[in-house]
């Protein structure tokens, strides 16, 4: 409601004062608690200080800032959880200690959660955990939701909030720009290798060289965009999507040009030579009859490598990806890094600061970098289709 206008504003109020009401409780035993123990001994509040102190930060998580108190600047902190399963997860820290066990000598410690309710036992503070405990769903009121905007909305606060559109978005750009550059190049490269060459020690290296460019790991392919595409021809000052895109080109070139010459080399002879025995020259034999002969299997190359482009990761880690950006306007795409699924699915999985809490968004981008693929796959699938079958008359 507050950073989109989607929703209910009147549900959405009943539903806060509705929660709230229940939460109140839980600040009441907190106070009657309090008061309690500014008139216990020095002794009696050191056994419950450290307890008290935690359940005290850990309340403002679960449940955001009271009415009146200060907006945390840190978006993820103004509205208490927003997932039913971080709550549960609050909810054991809160009714439970961890502590370390190191009675039996001859083993490592060994950790233990200790009840807090037994802690606080003969206190105002020890009916409040059973009353969370058995109150919680009231005080949340989790729903279960469809997430459309999932897709088409901006991120915010790291993620915590909002969609993956620039990452989406990103990554066409990266696949659709490399498929600009290789495609072209591996088929006339295909073409000269297959159709007019001649056989002997340069173009056996040349080979050779294709094959080795296909066995690199992708990493080494990243390296060399940073270091020839940016530091060398500058493309770009930094990162940007055309230095990205021409790096995956690099990366997926072998691949189309040997899916490329075999689909080449299947076309039969027979066709060459009747289009030659008709008077039409070498090339244009080869524009007006292999190429249309050979395009399902150069298209099945072109799949393969597009898939391929769309999840890679390395490579455009030094060329072209960061962790947040906005979506990117099409003239952008030349000066400007870019979002990417491949990479902010790792970014999110190992380096977020809170890794454990945006598992949610890990996983839709998972299932939204394959369904992209698959989407990618089954246009190129579709035009393979009908080519093949306008061919077969």
Same mark, same amino acid.
């Given at each position: ?41 020095? *002794? ?158 340069? +173009? ?72 030659? *025995? ?14 249309? *002969? ?21 490579? +455009? ?17 030349? *000066? ?58």
């Amino acid at each position: 409601m507050e950073k989109f206008g989607r929703g209910n504003h009147k549900q959405i109020n009943n539903d806060y004062n509705r929660a709230f009401q229940m939460r109140k409780e839980i600040y009441a035993y907190l106070d009657e608690f309090e008061a309690e123990f500014s008139s216990m001994s020095w *002794s009696e509040k050191k056994k419950y200080r450290d307890d008290l102190k935690e359940i005290k930060a850990l309340i403002p998580k679960l449940f955001g800032p009271q009415p009146g108190e200060e907006t945390p600047v840190l978006m993820r902190n103004q509205y208490g959880q927003t997932r039913w399963d971080r709550s549960k997860i609050l909810l054991n820290e809160i009714l439970f200690s961890e502590e370390w066990d190191y009675s039996d000598s001859n083993e490592m410690g060994k950790k233990i959660f200790v009840a807090r309710k037994n802690t606080f036992s003969g206190t105002k503070l020890e009916p409040m955990f059973d009353f969370l405990e058995n109150n919680l769903r009231e005080m949340m009121l989790p729903k279960f939701t469809f997430y459309g905007g999932f897709l088409t909305d901006e991120s915010f606060d790291s993620h915590f909030f909002g969609g993956i559109w620039p990452e989406m978005l990103g990554t066409l750009y990266l696949t659709l720009g490399a498929m600009l550059f290789s495609v072209p190049l591996g088929i006339i490269a295909a073409i000269y290798l297959t159709e007019f060459a001649k056989d002997g020690i340069l +173009i056996s290296i040349l080979r050779t060289f294709i094959s080795t460019l296909a066995g690199v790991p992708s990493i080494v392919f990243g390296l060399f965009g940073l270091a020839f595409f940016i530091n060398t021809i500058g493309v770009s000052s930094s990162k940007s999507v055309l230095a990205g895109s021409l790096t995956l080109a690099i990366l997926i070139l072998p691949t189309i040009i040997r899916s490329s010459e075999e689909a080449i080399k299947a076309v039969p002879n027979t066709f060459r030579e009747a289009a030659l *025995s008709q008077g039409a020259n070498k090339l244009y034999t080869v524009i007006s009859v292999v190429i249309p *002969s050979a395009l399902p299997g150069i298209l099945t190359g072109t799949v393969i490598s597009m898939g391929r482009a769309a999840g890679e990761t390395a490579p +455009i880690i030094f060329t072209a990806a960061v962790s947040v950006g906005k979506p990117l306007k099409l003239l952008e795409v030349f *000066s400007q890094p870019t979002p990417a699924l491949s990479w902010n699915i790792y970014n999110l999985a190992t380096e977020h600061e809170a890794v454990d809490q945006i598992r949610h968004v890990q996983y839709g981008m998972v299932l939204t970098l394959i369904l992209l693929v698959i989407c990618l796959n089954l246009i190129a699938i579709y035009f393979r289709a009908r080519i093949s079958k306008k061919m077969r008359g």
